[in-house]
């Protein structure tokens, strides 16, 4: 092992691993790539840290993790990781074996190839100066490079996850160990929220440009952090503020200070986020994401609207967006589609035949509600169109007369480097197809995307106010950083 960074062996001994495929393998949609929730100064701390990551779990299915520092105990580290939901990897008797009064803790989702415990979060690591944890979302634009530089110098990965840089970075460092965090977060390129632990402090950074959501609370003497508002609630720790894109948050036994090791810039935080990944309870920046969807779907309403019996969202995400939309034309909302919340995970191999099953084993089509209706069918996005084009179908067999499809989002038409898991450009639809020839290929009677000056005003704008910045490359190609287009596009975390 390195001299600078050995990983810790591995607590976990479960045999629980999940090797079924994952929620939206089925779903062709975008994959939020993981969640990660700290709190400091909180007793019995792994027991939040369960409520948080549960509040989190729409982030990432795939594997969960806790570490804690018992700080009465002189800093002992503690920690647990499996694959599974947070509920099934933690019970009362592991959340036991987590002692301690602060917490770091993660939920992730991977690609198919990378599913497996060596990369669940957080990481832990033996460095010269004691323990280290580290737990992220986001992907690190420029992590294979920093990787390829310092395995040339003799380091030694321990994983295939990118997140292990900032480990290697700071472990090889001279200065203290603040110095050395500031100085790796300013070498890394690309959108992340971090908690890193050692045995005397945790600190919080969001990258430069704010790309992924974090947010810090209060509860009575402690702190909470979270990548969703909704996690607080859960928790009911009191929302503070949204941590600052280049800004790193320290807390130790001196209490709390704020630096930053980045100047404050563009906030770009990731439009897809108030479209579809964060939960509607939750607050980005501080706009409401179901008020937010609302509005898109009023906007949609303003922009394209249609003559149709009933107005039904694609749920969960577009719910809001088609209340909204409904709300707008007087066309009457209803439950047109019923999502099936009981199947969990499917242990299925995902041919044709099966995949189509498994669409409908997870989404069912109303048929009293649609059965010779005009349905108008919100949706936040289309990826490949192959998802879309499966529901309208479901509408049309369920007795659907006109299925006309408005979708919350401009056109999708470039990948994300920035953690969220997207095809290669040749396979978004529309980057290869015109909307007519879209339509065609989802079997509609009619397909409008939201404007991108639609979907501006109704996030609350995005007109060079720092706080309402917003990252929107997927539709408009314009990277807040600089991207490596034949690099690795997924996450890091
Ligand atoms: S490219 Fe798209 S998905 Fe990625 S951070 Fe930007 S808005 Fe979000």
């Known amino acids: 092992m390195s001299d600078e960074v050995m990983q810790l062996s591995q607590l976990w001994t479960g045999s629980h691993y999940n090797e079924g495929i994952g929620r939206d393998d089925i779903f062709d949609k975008l994959r939020e790539e993981c969640g990660v929730f700290g709190a400091f100064n909180i007793p019995d701390a792994s027991s939040l ?12 299915e795939e594997s969960s993790g806790m570490c804690t520092v018992d700080s009465r105990n002189g800093g002992s580290f503690n920690y647990y990781r499996g694959m599974g939901l947070v509920k099934e990897v933690f019970n009362q008797e592991r959340l036991d074996g987590l002692p301690g009064d602060r917490v770091i803790g993660h939920v992730r989702y991977s690609t198919a190839g990378e599913s497996k415990l060596g990369n669940a979060q957080p990481l832990i690591f033996k460095y010269r100066d004691g323990d280290l944890a580290v737990a992220t979302n986001g992907n690190i634009v420029n992590a294979p490079s920093i990787r390829e530089e310092l395995e040339q110098q003799g380091s030694i990965f321990q994983t295939t996850s990118d997140t292990e840089v900032i480990a290697h970075l700071i472990a090889r460092s001279s200065k203290d ?64 503020r949204d941590v600052q894109p280049g800004e790193l948050i320290i807390l130790d036994s001196d209490g709390i200070r704020f630096d930053r090791f980045e100047k404050l810039e563009r906030r770009a935080t990731c439009a897809m986020e108030y479209i579809y990944f964060a939960r509607p309870d939750s607050d980005i920046n501080g706009i409401n994401l179901h008020s937010a969807r609302k509005r898109m779907g009023q906007k949609l309403a303003l922009e394209s609207f249609v003559d149709a019996d009933v107005v039904t969202g694609v749920p969960d995400s577009s719910i809001s967006a088609a209340i909204g ?84 989002s401009p056109p999708f038409m470039n990948p994300c480097y920035y953690g969220i898991d997207t095809p290669d450009r040749k396979e978004l639809i529309a980057s290869q197809k015109t909307v007519e020839e879209i339509r065609q290929a989802i ?51």
Do not use: W
Request: charged share 20%.
């Open 177 to 240: 160990f603040v110095s050395a965090a500031k100085d790796a977060l300013q070498r890394l390129i690309g959108g992340f929220a971090f908690l890193i632990m050692t045995n005397g402090k945790l600190l919080v950074a969001s990258d430069a440009h704010g790309l992924r959501p974090l947010v810090m609370g209060k509860l009575g003497e402690g702190y909470v952090f979270a990548s969703e508002t909704c996690a607080l609630e859960t928790c009911g720790a009191v929302y503070e």
């Open 49 to 60: 840290g369960y409520y948080g990551l549960h509040a989190l779990q729409h982030r990432g």
């Open 443 to 493: 079997n509609a009677d009619s397909i409008t995307f939201l404007s991108h000056e639609g979907f501006i005003e109704a996030v609350g704008g995005n007109d060079g106010e720092f706080n309402r910045g917003m990252c929107m490359a997927c539709f408009d190609n314009d990277y807040p950083t600089p991207v490596d287009p034949t690099s690795e596009k997924s996450c890091s975390c």
């Open 325 to 408: 939309y409904a709300e707008q034309t007087g066309i009457p909302y209803e439950l047109g589609l019923i999502k099936n919340k009981y199947t969990g995970r499917t242990f299925i191999q995902p041919s044709q035949e099966l995949r189509e099953k498994g669409v409908k084993m997870k989404l069912s089509a109303v048929r009293k509600v649609v059965e010779g209706k005009r349905v108008v069918m919100i949706d936040d996005s289309i990826v490949r169109g192959t998802t879309s084009l499966r529901i309208v179908n479901l509408l049309r067999e369920a007795g659907a007369t006109e299925v006309h499809v408005r979708i919350t």
